[in-house]
């Protein structure tokens, strides 16, 4: 059977009800992280839990979208969208709280969301499959933003937390550093990616 005559898949599916909820859980994540202005150790930790939990379930969503051939062209839309949307508001938030500086922020959802925007606008033309280096990337990303969200150095915490804490914080900013250096490489590569299958799309 052919790609054209295979039957679509329900949109009606786990992997995009999963992919729905993750959406659903932005706004709640926010504010989590932002009750009494980042400054409550259990409401940072419930976001950090919720950070986890969504960036589970993308990987989740997209095993079990391969594996029993689930891929709707809502879950190609909706499960980037879904994924920027959580790590942008990981972004603004920890930088409204002063965990991450601002201008990290903008360079990365600058890069983020104008390649998720050209992803979507040339999907039913070119095929950009992610790439190793990607997945590397969104992994330090997801690594960084899940222990930053958490209230490593609140001064509150009790004594013995306090320099693990800060020891973990300075390491989450590594990996937040070695995500920035990633996440520009592999948009470059993006970008030529996409310049050469649209090159060779009008020369045949």
């Known amino acids: 059977?052919?790609?054209?005559?295979?039957?679509?898949?329900?949109?009606?599916n786990v992997p995009n009800v999963l992919t729905t909820l993750r959406i659903v859980m932005v706004p709640f994540f926010g504010w989590a992280l932002l009750v009494d202005g980042g400054d409550s150790i259990t409401w940072r930790c419930v976001a950090s839990v919720l950070f986890v939990l969504a960036m589970v379930t993308d990987k989740i969503d997209g095993d079990l979208a391969r594996k029993h051939d689930l891929v709707t062209n809502f879950g190609k839309i909706a499960d980037p969208i879904a994924d920027k949307a959580i790590t942008g508001m990981a972004f603004i938030g920890l930088s409204i709280v002063g965990d991450i500086w601002w201008w990290v922020t903008i360079i990365v959802l600058l890069r983020?969301?104008?390649?998720?925007?050209?992803?979507?606008?040339?999907?039913?033309?070119?095929?950009?499959?992610?790439?190793d280096l990607?997945?590397?990337?969104?992994?330090?990303?997801?690594?960084?933003?899940?222990?930053?969200?958490?209230?490593?150095?609140?001064?509150?915490?009790?004594?013995g937390l306090q320099v693990?804490?800060?020891?973990?914080?300075?390491?989450?900013?590594?990996?937040?550093?070695?995500?920035?250096?990633?996440?520009?490489?592999?948009?470059?590569?993006?970008?030529?990616?996409v310049w050469k299958q649209r090159a060779n799309l009008r020369s045949t």
């Open 164 to 193: 693990p804490c800060e020891v973990l914080f300075y390491a989450a900013q590594v990996c937040l550093a070695v995500a920035v250096a990633l996440t520009m490489w592999s948009g470059w590569e993006f970008y030529r990616d």
């Open 112 to 131: 983020e969301w104008s390649v998720t925007l050209l992803r979507l606008s040339v999907l039913k033309k070119v095929v950009i499959a992610a790439a």
């Open 134 to 159: 990607g997945k590397i990337k969104t992994t330090f990303q997801a690594v960084a933003l899940g222990f930053l969200c958490l209230p490593l150095r609140d001064p509150d915490l009790p004594s």
């Open 1 to 12: 059977m052919t790609e054209a005559t295979r039957a679509q898949p329900s949109n009606w």
